[in-house]
């Protein structure tokens, strides 16, 4: 085999076959793998050598050394035997777009930079939008918009921005000590994280109570208040954050009425539906985001449940001034006549960094490969996987199911017969780690009410009957061992 070179087209052939090949027989073989790494901390370390190669080493060592060194150490997200967490979909059309992206390798910050980039981009997330029945002002033909963030977290941040910059240009720049921002207390921690970067400061951040009595979804009532409050003690509220699909239940907040009591009180409204926003392309489901109509901003992650490779996160956003005055720059270097001009999106002002890859590709091909028609009964079969195994929870009496399932996360614990709630906590603490030791599933928990609950997801693209009923046996397996 001759040297590697840099780039060179019959080498990226011939390389190119045998990495297909070898990921082509990882997923073959993926249910010999144990789905959660049984490895200890700094395993790696005492494998490789603690300096690079002078010399280039061959790519059939290279993936030898992936095979009894990596793979150890890797937990398998693709394992149709996972269920912790919320899915991260893999599928051959998202694997493609990521491959094609790789091969492209542009540097899409600008419309110049690759005009393609910028507005497939804008073509797919129209297409995603008219899918999940947006409203029109989300579309790119007037004044907002689709862009593809890294994460949620990302999403979050980047509205979280626009609404700050909004209302001190309003009120003075001096008020940011005064700016309050509202969420359950079941919303995602990246919200939070946000509020830090933005300089939010941390007594004003709201984090409103929910319980059991509206099934973790936050009542109309408790924002209502809470807005008021601050308004009386001249405090600034601005922004909110819904949830639909919250990660500890897949709880789904009022929207309709959330969004009337931001509007009239003029907070910026943000909906995350990075999970469950998937499953809103059913129209048996769409009326999860009825109230959309009142937001600014709507988020869904193409990358956990839509067959779409990490990353990709779409993010809408009504009014895509507010973005852009918020993250625009213009340095010399990068001044251009279509930029200029204004006919243009350059989508480096709608995000964090500048450089961007050609993510839209992958979300293209997944739609294109598959069609919704496909797409759709993807979701309903996870969700009526789910379904089968609530079912086989309700009939064993040493369970019980711990919250609604409305998608395809079913919350469930083991009961003790102590009737002792910390006894409860600590058996279902032991029956997560039992399950997981066994490397034959992986399931996640959370805490809900200060219940330890364990939480059992479907959405792995490999997952069938077969392993929710194997995996289910294990549970009881595993519980028997316990009780006894």
Same mark, same amino acid.
């Given at each position: 085999m001759d040297e590697l070179k840099p780039m060179d087209a019959e080498q990226l052939r011939e390389y190119g076959h045998q990495m297909v &090949? !070898?990921?082509? &027989? /990882? /997923? *073959?073989? +993926? @249910?010999? !793998?144990? %789905?959660?790494?049984?490895?200890?901390?700094? /395993?790696?370390? @005492?494998?490789?050598p603690d300096s690079a190669p002078v010399r280039p080493e061959s790519l059939q060592d290279v993936l030898d050394d992936v095979q009894l060194k990596i793979l150890p150490g890797v937990t398998h997200w693709q394992s149709p035997d996972y269920f912790a967490y919320f899915p991260s979909n893999s599928s051959v059309a998202g694997f493609l777009g990521e491959m094609l992206s790789a091969g492209i390798n542009m540097v899409g910050f600008s419309w110049i930079t690759s005009p393609a980039a910028t507005e497939l981009e804008m073509i797919v997330l129209d297409w995603?939008?008219?899918?999940?029945k947006l409203p029109d002002q989300f579309l790119s033909t007037g004044h907002g918009g689709g862009v593809i963030q890294g994460t949620a977290s990302e999403a979050v941040l980047v509205v979280l921005l626009a609404a700050r910059d909004q209302v001190l240009r309003r009120v003075g720049k001096d008020a940011t000590g005064r700016l309050v921002v509202y969420c359950s207390d079941q919303t995602h921690s990246a919200l939070q994280k946000a509020c830090k970067i933005a300089g939010i400061y941390p007594e004003n951040f709201r984090l409103?109570?929910? &319980? $059991? $009595?509206? &099934?973790?979804?936050?009542s109309p009532e408790s924002l209502s208040e809470a807005i008021s409050r601050d308004i009386a003690s001249g405090l600034i509220p601005f922004f909110f954050c819904a949830t639909v699909g919250t990660t500890s239940s897949t709880a789904v907040d009022p929207l309709t009425e959330l969004g009337k009591i931001s509007n009239s009180n003029g907070l910026w409204f943000h909906i995350d539906a990075a999970y469950a926003g998937s499953a809103c392309i059913c129209p048996? !489901?769409?009326? /999860? +985001?009825?109230? %959309?109509?009142?937001?600014? =901003?709507?988020?869904?992650?193409?990358?956990?449940w839509f067959l779409t490779n990490f990353d990709c996160s779409a993010l809408w956003v009504k009014d895509r001034s507010a973005l852009i005055q918020s993250l625009s720059t213009n340095p010399e270097f990068l001044k251009n006549k279509a930029s200029q001009d204004n006919k243009v999106v350059d989508y480096k002002d709608w995000q964090i960094p500048l450089g961007r890859r050609f993510r839209s590709l992958k979300l293209w091909m997944v739609l294109r490969l598959y069609g919704l028609e496909n797409l759709q009964a993807y979701i309903r079969n996870h969700i009526e996987l789910a379904r089968k195994f609530e079912e086989l929870v309700n009939l064993d009496s040493r369970f019980e199911?711990?919250?609604?399932?409305?998608? =395809?996360? %079913?919350?469930?614990r083991l009961v003790s017969a102590q009737n002792d709630a910390e006894h409860a906590n600590q058996l279902n603490r032991e029956l997560l780690e039992a399950v997981n030791s066994t490397g034959n599933l992986f399931i996640s928990h959370t805490v809900l009410s200060d219940k330890y609950i364990l939480r059992f997801a479907v959405?792995?693209?490999?997952?069938?009957?077969?392993? %929710?009923?194997?995996?289910? *046996?294990?549970?009881?397996?595993?519980?028997?061992?316990?009780?006894?």
């Open positions: &090949d !070898f990921i082509a &027989d /990882y /997923y *073959k073989n +993926i @249910e010999s !793998f144990p %789905v959660c790494s049984q490895v200890q901390p700094g /395993y790696l370390r @005492e494998l490789l995603l939008a008219k899918a999940l409103l109570k929910t &319980d $059991s $009595s509206t &099934d973790y979804a936050l048996e !489901f769409r009326h /999860y +985001i009825h109230g %959309v109509e009142g937001a600014n =901003s709507f988020n869904m992650n193409a990358h956990k199911v711990a919250a609604p399932r409305r998608f =395809s996360l %079913v919350c469930f959405g792995a693209p490999l997952t069938e009957e077969r392993h %929710v009923l194997e995996a289910w *046996k294990t549970l009881q397996e595993k519980a028997a061992l316990l009780l006894t």
